[in-house]
C-alpha cells in the first residue's frame, strides 16, 4: 500500500466521523505498523492529508483532525442555458482554450462504477479529453457511457457514432443551439453533481504533468434518464489552483 492508499482510506474515516475535530491520529511509528509500510510511507501520508487541510502535524503534538464531517453543498437546481452562445468551460481572460481527445476504449465496467449506477461487467465505453490553456493542460475529463448509448447516432450520420468515434476525429459538435444529449436521441433527465478536493487519480496526474497523488478537484456528474437509468458520467479533474464556478438559472 503506498502513501497515497493511506491517505485515502484516513480521509474515508476522517468523512465518515471515525476520525473526529481535533482527534489525535496515531504516531507515524503506530501508522507504519497499522498499515505494514515504512515509517517514510506513513509520514508521507500525513503529508498528502496536510496538503488538503485535514490534518495538522506539529512537533511535540503528534497528527491532528483539522477538519469534520463531510457535508455536502447543495448548489441548486440549473437547466441549459441557451446553447447557442454557452461554453462548457472557459479559460481566465486572455488565455487560448484548447482541447484533444486522448483515449476512447470500449471495456466491462470494473467495480467501482456501481456507485454511478452501472453494474459491474456491463459494456461502457470510455472517452478521455484533454482540455488546455494556453497550451498546458489544466483539465483531465473522463466520460463513460454505457454502450448502448454510445453507440447512437443522429438521423442521417454517416460513419462511427460520434460517441464511438475513435482518437484524431474531429470534434464532437450537434448542430448550433442542439445538445448533444438532443442530437444524438438520450432521454436526459437530470444531472447530479459531486465537486470534492482529494488526491488526484494516476491516469489524471500523468495527464495534467503533476506528481501522482496531487491534491485537485474531482468534479462527478451523473446524468439519468427519466427513469432513473444512468445515460453518462463525467470525472473531470483540474488542480487546485484553478476555479470551479456553475451558472445557475432559475
Known sequence: ?????IAADIRRGIAAGEYRY????????DLAERYEVSQQTAAAAYAVLAALGLVRSERGSGTVVTAGRAADAHLGHFTPPNLAVAKAWRPAPGGEASEETTLVRQLRAPKYME?????EGDQVVERTRIRSVDGTPSQHKLTVLPYAIAA???EGHEGA??????VGSGPIKPPPGVRVADWLGWDVAHTEATITAE???????????????????R????TRDSEGATVFITVTTAPLHHRVTLDIVG
Not at 1 to 5: I, K, L, T, Y
Not at 199 to 217: I, N, R, V, W, Y
Request: charge should be positive; hydrophobic fraction near 45%; charged fraction near 10%.
Open 152 to 154: 447512437r447516432a443522429p
Open 199 to 217: 488526491p488526484m487519480d494516476p491516469a489524471a496526474s500523468a495527464a495534467l504533468g503533476m506528481t501522482e497523488g496531487s491534491p485537485g478537484f
Open 115 to 119: 456507485a454511478w449506477g452501472i453494474s
Open 219 to 222: 468534479i462527478v456528474n451523473i
Open 161 to 166: 457514432p460520434p460517441m464511438l468515434a475513435p
Open 22 to 29: 481535533g482527534a489525535k491520529l496515531p504516531s507515524v511509528r
Open 1 to 5: 500500500m503506498n502513501s497515497n492508499a
